[in-house]
């Protein structure tokens, strides 16, 4: 009888053990594939780099003149897209030349002066958007140039609709959830057409997140940092067009490059890290991220499997007004689930979750800040919840990145400074949760970082 207890204690011990790291299987829930639109990757590059996805834009004079010539011409573009940094394509309708901000805007950033296309912009200045005022040119232009004006009119309709509401608290975040949010609720789901009043609730709080790298698509089965986007994932791309759409033709137009310009975006590779990196340290950090890690974030190499993986909010206990209060959103969610986007054999479709997806980790050394609002400047704070600043401030003029942590170089600050400091005491902006590596030990995280630099 006795022997029988041991025996069926050593039976139970191995998985005691692994519940000690790794949460139960059925907490952990897969995204299936779902069928893609084909596309031709080089033609969603033209596309994407020289496309007139929105129809109308600043006039091309007005924009040179208030910014002057760019001269970086980082896209290596010819004719007019020269003059004009790699966030705008320059487009001609009707005969007048406008400007139009691209995805490149906030999907791509610099790093040792090369452009990197995918990489997530962590510069950019939202914090300060309701003092924007452009009502004094807009009115130069209506004035001068009555053509140009009624051309450039759905573009600065959908700007001073939408670019007060974008306010966030810090400088660095992004607030694409909300402007989707404007958009849809100045549009009506089916015609598309604009209405100057919103038509549906907007939520208060403007919830801020980190742009994710392009190059994760090619794995990930659902878009979004809750992996609510599903389904005919190109359709999604297609929200900026809502900026400026004038009805359902031109969205139809537009919708038929977007197959293209999802599998450029899937064709994608991530940057390898440029540093030298420890081999027998990173051996030994794969195997404890093969123990620790990979059940979630999947394994690497030639035969890498990656789960594509939702992991709810009590497991992974993160920030929760992304995926609780923005993307569950019901006025949100039902129009798009009844909207224009969801037509088709193959639909788009928004399925809320309660958690986030588990992120590929590929390219994750250039990709600070992380967590789904960036509020860990380094990889090292990731895995070590101790190291987390709550008050942080970076310098956002030039490439500020510490390739051994890896990530932002920052001060940490003891009070929170203003609109450049990263407040992680504010609501959406918390840097808890995650706390997977807190369990090793200092030598295995310093291995597994090695590790996450080869991916
Ligand atoms: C204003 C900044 C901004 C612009 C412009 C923008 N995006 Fe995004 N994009 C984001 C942010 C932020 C997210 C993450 C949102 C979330 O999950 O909450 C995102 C998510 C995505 C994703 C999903 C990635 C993933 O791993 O889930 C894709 C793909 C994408 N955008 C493509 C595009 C394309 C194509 C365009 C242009 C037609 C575009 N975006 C324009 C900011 C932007
Ligand atoms: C139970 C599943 C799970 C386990 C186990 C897990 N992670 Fe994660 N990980 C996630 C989820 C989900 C996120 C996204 C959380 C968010 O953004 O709020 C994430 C985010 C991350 C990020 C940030 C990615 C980014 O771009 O912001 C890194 C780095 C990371 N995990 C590394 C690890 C390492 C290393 C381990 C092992 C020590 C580990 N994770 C264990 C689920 C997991």
Avoid at 9 to 31: C, G, K, N
Avoid at 218 to 230: D, E, W
Avoid at 411 to 432: D, F, I, Q, R
Avoid at 436 to 448: C, H, S
């Amino acid at each position: 009888m006795k022997k029988l207890t041991i025996l069926s204690l050593l039976a139970v011990l191995p998985i005691l053990l692994s519940l000690r790291y790794t949460p139960a299987a059925e907490d952990l829930i897969p995204v299936p594939a779902s069928v893609q639109q084909p596309g031709d990757a080089a033609l969603g590059y033209e596309y994407l780099t020289t496309g007139d996805f929105l129809k109308s834009g600043v006039p091309y004079s007005y924009f040179i003149m208030a910014n002057g010539k760019n001269t970086t011409n980082y896209l290596n573009r010819s004719d007019r897209n020269a003059n004009v940094g790699p966030g705008y394509n320059v487009i001609t309708h009707d005969g007048v030349d406008m400007v139009i901000p691209t995805c490149l805007q906030c999907h791509a950033e610099t790093f040792e002066d090369k452009l990197i296309i995918g990489l997530g912009n962590t510069r950019l200045d939202f914090s300060s958007t309701s003092k924007i005022d452009v009502s004094s040119q807009i009115n130069v232009l209506r004035t001068l140039s009555p053509k140009q004006y009624n051309k450039a009119r759905p573009f600065f309709d959908a700007f001073t609709a939408t670019y007060p509401y974008m306010e966030t608290e810090v400088r660095g975040v992004n607030p694409a959830d909300r402007l989707a949010m404007v958009l849809v609720a100045h549009r009506d789901p089916q015609s598309l057409r604009w209405s100057d009043a919103p038509m549906i609730m907007i939520p208060e709080q403007v919830i801020p997140t980190d742009v994710p790298a392009w190059w994760l698509m090619k794995k990930k089965n659902a878009m979004f940092y809750s992996g609510f986007g599903r389904g005919d994932l190109a359709k999604f791309l297609m929200l900026s067009n809502l900026l400026t759409v004038s009805d359902t033709l031109e969205a139809r137009e537009v919708s038929s490059h977007f197959g293209n310009v999802l599998a450029y975006i899937r064709s994608l590779e991530p940057p390898k890290y440029p540093g030298t990196i420890d081999k027998v340290k990173a051996e030994k950090g794969r195997v404890v991220f093969n123990d620790n890690c990979s059940r979630c974030h999947g394994t690497y190499g030639a035969d890498g499997q990656y789960p594509n993986l939702l992991v709810p909010l009590s497991t992974i206990a993160t920030d929760s007004l992304l995926c609780y209060g923005v993307q569950q959103s019901k006025p949100f969610v039902d129009w798009f689930n009844q909207s224009w986007f969801v037509q088709g054999d193959n639909p788009a479709q928004l399925v809320p979750f309660n958690g986030y997806i588990a992120p590929p980790l590929d390219g994750v050394w250039i990709t600070a800040p992380y967590l789904h609002n960036g509020s860990v400047p380094t990889l090292e704070a990731v895995l070590n919840s101790k190291l987390r600043p709550q008050y942080w401030q970076r310098n956002f003029s030039h490439d500020e990145y510490d390739i051994n942590k890896p990530g932002i170089k920052y001060t940490a600050l003891t009070v929170p400074e203003a609109k450049h400091c990263y407040n992680t005491t504010l609501p959406g902006y918390g840097n808890m949760g995650h706390y997977f590596g807190d369990a090793l030990t200092d030598d295995e995280r310093k291995n597994v970082l090695e590790y996450l630099k080869t991916l």
